[in-house]
């Protein structure tokens, strides 16, 4: 997969309806999936407040109100009665968005260079992680563009289950209803109500009952 060359209207759209955002011309080029440099610094500042976020979320004691009004401050999105067990780690926080219910169970890594928009009742095994960010397979290209990065948006639908050690990796869409198995690498789209498992990760059956 190669790297954008223009901006994404839709995506920059999308990211106009979320917190905290850090606008600049590398972030537009960033979540559109063009080549970027993530030293610019709108960018660093983005990161470290991010840091400086998932510092507080992550450290004990903490009551559920506090980790809710962090996470309310380190997410571009989050739902009615979203719950995630610290510690959490994420690259910029503001371009994810979560939706109602959402649970994730521990060591949840999210590296949302690109958006991450995740629906609503998604329940989260430990240990999981979300990649947006990609890098040129070949080596005379990443060698030319050496601190350089690009980026693909990752969807994920409604009523999803995602099992324990699962990744998944950068322009995926995971549909509605879908479960990914403990130990999946998820790199294609799963088209809904899909229980898909493996490295990489491929459909094995229909997560309706009595469907084939």
């Not at 989050?78 to 503001?94: R, S």
């Not at 928009?117 to 005379?140: K, Q, R, S």
């Not at 099992?163 to 995971?174: F, W």
Request: net charge neutral.
């Amino acid at each position: 997969m190669r790297p954008q060359t223009t901006k994404s209207p839709s995506l920059l759209q999308k990211a106009q309806s979320l917190h905290a955002v850090c606008w600049g011309e590398e972030y537009e080029r960033m979540i559109s999936g063009i080549l970027y440099s993530p030293v610019a610094s709108e960018l660093i500042q983005g990161r470290v407040r991010a840091r400086h976020l998932m510092a507080e979320f992550n450290t004990p004691p903490s009551t559920s109100s506090r980790q809710d009004n962090i996470l309310r401050d380190l997410f571009g999105r989050v739902g009615k009665g979203a719950f995630i067990e610290p510690p959490l780690f994420v690259d910029y926080g503001c371009n994810v968005s979560v939706g109602d219910g959402f649970y994730a169970n521990f060591h949840l890594t999210i590296l949302d260079c690109g958006l991450v928009t995740i629906g609503n009742h998604v329940e989260i095994g430990p240990n999981v992680n979300i990649i947006t960010g990609e890098h040129f397979t070949d080596i005379d290209e990443r060698r030319a563009n050496r601190g350089k990065e690009f980026t693909r948006e990752i969807v994920i639908g409604d009523d999803v289950w995602i099992g324990a050690n699962v990744t998944i990796l950068a322009g995926v869409t995971i549909g509605d209803g879908c479960t990914i198995g403990a130990g999946s690498v998820v790199k294609r789209d799963v088209p809904a109500f899909s229980v898909a498992v493996g490295n990489p990760a491929r459909v094995i059956r229909s997560a309706i009952k009595g469907t084939e």
